[in-house]
Structure formats: structure tokens, C-alpha cells
């Protein structure tokens, strides 16, 4: 199972990308592991998250293999999603000061994994 990261701790809402891919090749990301991240994302920040239609990240190889993954990142109040992989993808769009929030985020999934309650996920798939 892949949480792949992308544009982490901006100053907008948590966003995860329903698809991944490029024009020609698009596959979609595991709607439970979206959910999952989805409701953490909630209970962490108070705030829900915004869905974003595709993205070109390296979650695409574990979804083409059949893997359970999903991309999770943020938004920036004034660049919105974009520049990502560009000059604009910079660490001046780092919030220091949420980068706390950020782990509290992956910390509360991956308890999520060890109370056993992602396992459905990869059950589903057998793996």
C-alpha cells in the first residue's frame, strides 16, 4: 500500500488526487485508501479535504502493478495546485510552522494500519 506525497505542508486544504497518470494513461487511485485518508484528514485538521481530478506522480507504477496507492498532498491558496514538478515547486511554499500537522496526518494512518483497519484494503485485492 502507497501514500505518495506530493506539495505537502502549502498554506491551502489537504488534497488527495482521485487519478494518476498522464493524458493518454490514466488509472485511478484506491477510493479505500482515500476514504481512509480522508476521514484522518478530518479528525487531524478539523477541516475536510479538497479532491483533485489527476495528477503525474510516482504513484502511477503501483497502481499499473496492481497495487493499492493514492496521493495526498495540499493546496496553495495562490497557486492552487500548480507548479508542481516546476521552478514554483520550491520550498518557499512551506509552511515550517504545518509541517506538525503534515505527520500527525500520516502518524494517524499508519495507527490506522497497525489497529488492523486498512487491512480490507489489501484483502480485497489479495495481497
Same mark, same amino acid.
Given at each position: 500500500? &502507497?501514500v505518495?506525497?506530493?506539495?505537502? @505542508? ?5 488534497v ?5 497518470? $498522464? &493524458?493518454?494513461?490514466? +488509472? %485511478?487511485?484506491?477510493? /479505500?485508501?482515500n476514504d /481512509? ?5 478530518a479528525?487531524? #485538521?478539523?477541516? %475536510?479535504l479538497?479532491? @483533485? !481530478?489527476?495528477?503525474?506522480? !510516482?504513484?502511477?507504477?503501483f497502481?499499473a502493478?496492481?497495487?493499492p $496507492?493514492? &496521493?495526498?498532498?495540499?493546496s ?10 516546476? %521552478? $514554483?515547486?520550491?520550498?518557499?511554499r512551506?509552511? #515550517? ?5 503534515s505527520? @500527525?496526518i500520516?502518524? $494517524?494512518? +499508519? ?7 486498512l487491512?480490507? +484494503?489489501?484483502? /480485497?485485492?489479495?495481497?
Open positions: 500500500m &502507497v505518495n506525497l506530493e506539495l505537502m @505542508a502549502q498554506d491551502g486544504l489537504y488527495i488526487w482521485r487519478c494518476d497518470g $498522464a &493524458v493518454l494513461c490514466q +488509472i %485511478p487511485t484506491t477510493p /479505500a485508501l /481512509a485518508l480522508s476521514q484522518v484528514v479528525n487531524v #485538521t478539523g477541516q %475536510p479538497q479532491f @483533485a !481530478d489527476l495528477i503525474n506522480s !510516482d504513484a502511477v507504477s497502481l502493478a496492481d497495487l $496507492a493514492t &496521493v495526498l498532498g495540499s496553495n491558496k495562490r497557486l492552487g495546485l500548480g507548479g508542481l514538478h516546476r %521552478p $514554483a515547486d520550491n520550498l518557499s512551506v509552511l #515550517t510552522e504545518r509541517l506538525p500537522e505527520v @500527525a500520516l502518524t $494517524a494512518f +499508519i495507527r490506522l494500519g497497525e489497529k488492523g483497519e487491512q480490507n +484494503i489489501t484483502t /480485497a485485492l489479495d495481497l
